[in-house]
């Protein structure tokens, strides 16, 4: 059974900076790509960043430039290194994979105080 199990979250002051993980467990044939969404109260959850199985990675305008996806193989593990955090940041984070179907994580909160 493949989990994704998401950490990292918390509250942080605007301008300060957060390292969300992803840890993968289980079963994985192959991933074709993995992403972070995040969801914001009374809002759609909206994609944030992809990573693709050959590395290449895409953001979302409102975080280009802040945020960075990345992904340890070995450790079966995605990140999100998130700076120059923006009260507009504050939502629930979740991990997501590609791979025979899709898979999420449980979500973790990320407040951003002003």
């Known amino acids: 059974q493949v989990q994704l199990v998401e950490s990292g979250g918390g509250l942080v002051q605007a301008g300060g900076s957060l390292r969300l993980s992803c840890a993968v467990s289980?079963?994985?044939?192959?991933?074709?790509?993995m992403d972070w969404y995040r969801q914001a109260p009374g809002k759609q959850r909206e994609l944030v960043a992809t990573?693709?199985?050959?590395?290449?990675?895409t953001y979302a305008d409102s975080v280009k430039g802040r945020f960075t996806i990345s992904r340890d193989s070995a450790k079966n593990t995605l990140y999100l290194q998130m700076n120059s955090l923006r009260p507009e940041d504050t939502a629930v984070y979740y991990c997501?994979?590609?791979?025979?179907?899709?898979?999420w994580g449980q979500g973790t909160q990320v407040t951003v105080s002003s």
């Open positions: 997501h994979m590609i791979s025979s179907r899709g898979y």
């Open positions: 289980g079963s994985i044939f192959s991933i074709v790509a």
């Open positions: 990573i693709t199985s050959g590395s290449t990675t």
